[in-house]
């Protein structure tokens, strides 16, 4: 176990709803990434956030928006959800001095969300 | 041309031989090279990290980084079948890497 934890763990929901999903990093990490992961493919970088502030984006539309709280944890907000938008996301954590410390990121278990 | 390109498998060696993941980038600025590890229905798990050009060893895992051919890979000695996962090569792109980009992942079977 890495001490990252994401909610809920499964979620299905319909074309065009919003759907928010939540992460806590591990004590005494500061950055969250969130990642996309489709169905037998690598994760996608969604965008991270560092000491609540958002520190590089990835290839994501707007309506893939986020926040980080002052306890660094961090949510992950997707609207108008498309059929496409069925993945695994994933968050990890990492305790970045000035953000983007990969060598050190921790995956929670991912919240697998199923739009119809 | 995809951005990190790996070889999808599956890849089946028996336990205690040596298998051999390959993973090449397009992105000549990236900095940091990582392997990790997914079992099915599970998250990544990181393996390792390289930073510089060479081999780098930690306990039965080799990575080696050649950045002039934009090259990583991962050497597991001594396979067992609990290596069997899907292994994941990420490159850290951007100021302060602050953007990873994953390969699709190389299956491995390891068979008792």
């Known amino acids: 176990e890495t001490g990252v934890t994401q909610s809920p763990t499964h979620l299905i929901k319909t074309r065009g709803q919003q759907v928010t999903l939540r992460c806590s990093s591990q004590?005494?990490?500061?950055?969250v990434s969130w990642y996309q992961q489709a169905l037998g493919q690598g994760p996608q970088f969604i965008f991270q956030?560092?000491?609540?502030?958002?520190?590089g984006r990835g290839n994501f539309p707007p309506r893939f928006s986020g926040l980080q709280f002052p306890n660094y944890s961090s949510e992950l907000n997707v609207n108008a959800l498309e059929l496409d938008d069925s993945a695994l996301y994933l968050c990890?954590?990492?305790?970045?001095?000035?953000?983007?410390?990969?060598?050190?990121?921790?995956f929670g278990p991912g919240t697998r969300l199923l739009v119809l | 041309q995809k951005e990190v390109e790996q070889n999808s498998g599956p890849l089946s060696v028996p336990e205690g031989a040596i298998a051999s993941l390959n993973c090449t980038y397009s992105?000549?600025?990236?900095?940091?090279f990582f392997w990790y590890r997914q079992y099915s229905g599970k998250s990544p798990e990181l393996i390792m990290f390289?930073?510089?050009?060479g081999d780098k060893e930690d306990g039965r895992f080799t990575a080696q980084l050649n950045k002039a051919s934009q090259y990583v890979s991962l050497l597991i000695r001594d396979s067992q079948p609990s290596d069997s996962a899907t292994y994941l090569c990420?490159?850290?792109?951007?100021?302060?890497?602050?953007?990873?980009?994953f390969g699709a992942g190389t299956r491995l079977t390891v068979k008792p």
């Open positions: 990890a954590s990492s305790s970045g001095t000035s953000g983007g410390a990969f060598e050190t990121q921790y």
């Open positions: 956030y560092y000491r609540e502030e958002e520190n």
């Open positions: 992105d000549r600025g990236s900095q940091s």
């Open positions: 990420a490159v850290g792109l951007g100021y302060n890497n602050n953007d990873m980009r």
């Open positions: 004590s005494g990490h500061n950055t």
């Open positions: 390289i930073y510089s050009n």
